[in-house]
């Protein structure tokens, strides 16, 4: 509650779970038109209610958000499904049964309930189901949120409470507190349409297992054609900080004594946080040392590139 005493932006502390009284006033931030940052499993989300047209350009104004990069929509229970989803396909029920509540986004042909900044104007919707129990209790009593990473546009997304005052002090009224997230990367998004899997973005849950499950390949989306992902044709995840990966200790140690930042270690669950503290300790640059099992790590290498780029 420190940070309440000093700035605009409020914080509600989930130790683990939230009061009835903090759900309560949640829900009627986000039936009238609010907007909240609310911890998931992953990273932090910018929440407003899915059905909600000016919270959702909201949501797209204060994150500096392009109009043409669709929102996921979060659910608390199965039944919210209705008014997002057309017809579920088999292959979508297969993998939310399997994988939900978790870190797995299924696209899907989207309900005409579905406003357009939800969907970016495609005739798919996002939709996922967090397992973070507070993002759950939230979900069951406001209802379906549409929620992006809590960060602005471009910067690493928020894995701690603390990223999203970084970027929004003052700018949202109110962040629930819910503790570190323990992925600390995205969700895997996988299109679901005409009952083919394809990997639009790797993310918390490797692919293997996703292919493991259904005992097939996922596809990679189409080369040259329009993006699946909108939201992958963008510069992301990036600090102010120059990125640079290194392969050889030798390298790296010289570097340091550069005075460029150096990270003890680098995994999913702390690169966004350690790429936050380069720019915290006004690092002209960051170095990070990749090794064999980096390389190996799918969804990390697709933040790391995309943080170079
Ligand atoms: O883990 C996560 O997924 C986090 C937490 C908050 O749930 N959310 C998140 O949202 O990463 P965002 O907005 O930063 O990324 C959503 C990604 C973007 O790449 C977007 O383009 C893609 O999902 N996406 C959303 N709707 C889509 C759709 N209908 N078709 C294809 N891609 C879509
Ligand atoms: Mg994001």
Not at 17 to 36: H, K, P, R, T
Not at 60 to 82: M, S, W
Not at 216 to 223: F, S, V
Request: glycine share 8%.
């Amino acid at each position: 509650m420190l940070f309440a005493m000093y700035l605009p932006t409020k914080v509600f502390q989930a130790s683990p779970l939230l009061s009835d009284e903090d759900l309560e006033g949640l829900a009627s931030v986000f039936a009238g038109g609010g907007v909240a940052a609310i911890p998931t499993e992953t990273v932090y989300g910018l929440a407003a209610d899915v059905f909600h047209e000016g919270a959702l350009r909201e949501v797209f104004r204060v994150k500096g958000r392009p109009a043409d990069n669709p929102l996921i929509a979060h659910v608390g229970t199965l039944a919210h499904l209705e008014g997002l989803v057309e017809s579920p396909s088999g292959l979508f029920i297969r993998l939310a049964e399997r994988f939900w509540p978790g870190a797995l986004t299924l696209v899907a042909p989207r309900s005409c309930r579905v406003p357009d900044l939800v969907s970016g104007g495609l005739a798919t919707v996002a939709v996922r189901m967090p397992s973070h129990p507070c993002a759950l209790q939230i979900l069951q009593r406001s209802g379906p949120l549409a929620a992006p990473s809590a960060n602005l546009s471009g910067r690493p997304s928020p894995t701690a409470a603390a990223h999203v005052l970084d970027d929004f002090a003052g700018a949202i009224p109110l962040i629930v507190d819910g503790g570190a997230a323990n992925f600390g990367i995205e969700s895997t998004v996988i299109s679901t349409v005409g009952e083919r899997a394809v990997l639009l973005r790797p993310g918390a849950i490797a692919r293997e297992k996703i292919e493991a499950f259904l005992g097939m390949r996922l596809e990679d989306p189409k080369k040259g054609g329009a993006p699946l992902s909108p939201g992958m044709k963008y510069r992301h995840y990036a600090p102010k900080a120059k990125v640079l990966l290194v392969e050889s200790r030798q390298e790296l140690e010289a570097l340091q004594k550069e005075g460029v930042y150096v990270p003890p270690s680098i995994g999913t669950e702390n690169l966004y946080a350690e790429l936050r503290e380069a720019d915290r300790l006004q690092k002209q640059a960051i170095a990070i040392h990749v090794d064999a099992e980096m390389l190996s790590n799918e969804a990390l290498m697709n933040r790391l590139e995309k943080a170079t780029s």
